[in-house]
């Protein structure tokens, strides 16, 4: 291909979070752990979570119909419609297929795309099918919209504070303020048991989590170094960035993975790049890299945990609402000309490293305050008691494949503008419903 439409990249973002949380500091309490295990050994404040009402179909509806009204355009506009998820509930059936609902009025059915399935590395692998589409010789000019949204809960235990919950819907297409880097990008594919859904009678997952956290780290190296190997001309290695965010199954372990990164710049500046050595260096010297890139993590990182501590973990949306908490972190004014790196990794497992350029293209000031609408409720979240919390993930499991079903949830506690299960058939038919 001899030209490549312009600044193609994301044009518009809009989060979902729950109107429910609980707070960690009351779950250390409930669940009678020592203080400061939760708040401070995973470095979770808060976390979402959805009642029976929302399902990963809801969340998607209300995700993508917000961002369509937000941003003032029409769903005939969009060609392309990709989900991330790995919250299965029919084991045919997409949840793109249940948004066409949204396109009825509109008249519009030619929309391409289906679900991208891998643990947490979905929602990444439908923005660059979303970014390969509007590349190629199949592009008809039209936007393409990318929804990543999961629950994640947990059988009661040490994994449990690490559940979260919510959405995160991109516009896609050229002439966008936040250009994917083209050329620039490492992935990482292997084959691992640490986190996997075996049980399709549960939403709960199995998981091995010391195994998971070192199939991240390694997946983190093997990225890096293979993002850095595609770089030509300028900076190598952390200065190339102005922020960096991971993937956030929780915050300490994004604090563990910039040290990480600035390990393996220390280490390629000796040029010491052993596997077996640099292992050993980070079994050995963890707390001194940790405490080494305190103020690059500061500085580059720490503005992407917003919602990723007030939150929790949202699985495949989880680096793109890192992506949107240091997009309001930052002046508007400051943005453009910025480098972003992006660390998305999926258990099982399946992970890639890309960068993304602000472009000052006049769309900024516009983007950021559509934003800020969804990020702003996270303030106007009803706040639960351990009990309820625990009450509700009770209701979840035991209502999981029922049928009939009229969900049991208090609908004026949900937000505005969030689509809801009405109810499940006998047939298993889920409806929705739209709260006013």
Same mark, same amino acid.
Request: glycine fraction near 10%; charge should be negative; proline fraction near 3%.
């Given at each position: 291909?001899?030209?490549?439409?312009?600044? *193609?990249?994301?044009?518009?973002?809009?989060?979902?979070?729950?109107?429910?949380? /609980?707070?960690?500091?009351?779950?250390?309490?409930?669940?009678?752990?020592?203080?400061?295990?939760?708040?401070?050994?995973?470095?979770?404040?808060?976390?979402?979570?959805?009642?029976?009402?929302?399902? *990963?179909?809801?969340?998607?509806?209300?995700?993508?119909?917000?961002?369509?009204?937000?941003?003032?355009?029409?769903?005939?506009?969009?060609?392309?419609?990709?989900?991330?998820?790995?919250?299965?509930?029919?084991?045919?059936?997409?949840?793109?297929?249940?948004?066409?609902?949204?396109?009825?009025?509109?008249?519009?059915?030619?929309?391409?795309? !289906?679900?991208?399935?891998?643990?947490?590395?979905?929602?990444?692998?439908?923005?660059?099918?979303?970014?390969?589409?509007?590349?190629?010789?199949?592009?008809?000019?039209?936007?393409?919209? *990318?929804?990543?949204?999961?629950?994640?809960? +947990?059988?009661?235990?040490?994994?449990?504070?690490?559940?979260?919950?919510?959405?995160?819907?991109?516009?896609?297409?050229?002439?966008?303020?936040?250009? #994917?880097?083209?050329?620039?990008?490492?992935?990482?594919?292997?084959?691992? =048991?640490?986190?996997?859904?075996?049980?399709?009678?549960?939403?709960?997952?199995? /998981?091995?989590?010391?195994?998971?956290?070192?199939?991240?780290?390694?997946?983190?190296?093997?990225?890096?170094?293979? +993002?850095?190997?595609?770089?030509?001309?300028?900076?190598?290695?952390?200065?190339?960035?102005?922020?960096?965010?991971?993937?956030?199954?929780?915050?300490?372990? #994004?604090?563990?993975?910039?040290?990480?990164? +600035?390990?393996?710049?220390?280490?390629?500046?000796?040029?010491?790049?052993?596997?077996?050595?640099?292992?050993?260096?980070?079994?050995?010297?963890?707390?001194?890299?940790?405490?080494?890139?305190?103020?690059?993590?500061?500085?580059?990182?720490?503005?992407?945990?917003?919602?990723?501590?007030?939150?929790?973990?949202?699985?495949?949306?989880? *680096?793109?609402?890192?992506?949107?908490? =240091?997009?309001?972190?930052?002046?508007?004014?400051?943005?453009?000309?910025?480098?972003?790196?992006?660390?998305?990794?999926?258990?099982?497992?399946?992970?890639?490293? +890309?960068? !993304?350029?602000? /472009?000052?293209?006049?769309?900024?000031?516009?983007?950021?305050?559509?934003?800020?609408?969804?990020?702003?409720?996270?303030?106007?979240?009803?706040?639960?008691?351990?009990?309820?919390?625990?009450?509700?993930?009770?209701?979840?499991?035991?209502?999981?494949?029922?049928?009939?079903?009229?969900?049991?949830?208090?609908?004026?506690?949900?937000?505005?503008?969030?689509?809801?299960?009405?109810?499940?058939?006998?047939?298993?038919?889920?409806?929705?419903?739209?709260?006013?």
């Amino acid at each position: 291909m001899d030209h490549w439409p312009k600044d *193609v990249g994301i044009c518009a973002i809009h989060v979902v979070v729950p109107s429910l949380y /609980v707070d960690q500091a009351d779950l250390e309490r409930y669940d009678q752990v020592s203080k400061g295990k939760y708040t401070v050994g995973l470095g979770q404040k808060q976390m979402g979570f959805c009642t029976d009402l929302e399902d *990963v179909n809801s969340l998607c509806l209300t995700a993508v119909s917000q961002l369509i009204e937000n941003n003032g355009i029409s769903y005939s506009d969009i060609g392309r419609l990709e989900v991330g998820t790995e919250t299965i509930i029919d084991k045919s059936k997409s949840a793109k297929t249940v948004l066409m609902k949204l396109f009825e009025a509109s008249g519009n059915f030619q929309v391409e795309g !289906i679900d991208t399935t891998n643990a947490c590395y979905g929602g990444t692998a439908a923005l660059f099918n979303a970014l390969s589409w509007i590349e190629s010789s199949s592009w008809d000019g039209r936007l393409a919209v *990318v929804v990543a949204a999961d629950i994640a809960v +947990y059988a009661k235990g040490n994994a449990r504070p690490t559940g979260g919950a919510g959405a995160v819907a991109m516009l896609i297409g050229p002439g966008a303020s936040l250009v #994917v880097d083209r050329g620039l990008r490492g992935t990482y594919m292997n084959h691992a =048991y640490d986190f996997y859904k075996p049980d399709l009678s549960s939403e709960y997952p199995v /998981v091995d989590g010391k195994l998971s956290v070192d199939c991240y780290l390694n997946a983190l190296d093997r990225c890096y170094e293979s +993002y850095l190997s595609k770089c030509h001309g300028g900076e190598v290695g952390l200065n190339r960035f102005d922020s960096f965010v991971f993937h956030a199954p929780y915050c300490k372990l #994004v604090r563990k993975s910039l040290a990480r990164l +600035y390990m393996n710049d220390f280490i390629n500046e000796i040029g010491a790049n052993d596997e077996n050595h640099q292992h050993q260096d980070w079994a050995v010297a963890e707390k001194t890299f940790v405490e080494l890139s305190r103020t690059v993590f500061e500085d580059k990182t720490e503005p992407s945990l917003l919602l990723a501590s007030r939150v929790g973990n949202t699985y495949t949306a989880s *680096v793109y609402s890192g992506l949107a908490s =240091y997009l309001l972190s930052v002046p508007p004014e400051r943005l453009p000309g910025k480098r972003i790196g992006m660390f998305s990794y999926g258990s099982g497992l399946a992970s890639s490293m +890309y960068s !993304i350029k602000v /472009v000052d293209n006049g769309g900024l000031p516009g983007m950021i305050g559509n934003l800020k609408k969804g990020v702003d409720r996270l303030d106007e979240r009803t706040r639960l008691a351990p009990e309820q919390f625990a009450d509700v993930l009770d209701s979840r499991q035991k209502s999981l494949h029922r049928a009939s079903y009229v969900p049991v949830g208090d609908r004026g506690q949900l937000f505005p503008g969030t689509w809801f299960l009405s109810g499940i058939d006998e047939l298993h038919r889920r409806f929705y419903e739209r709260n006013e």
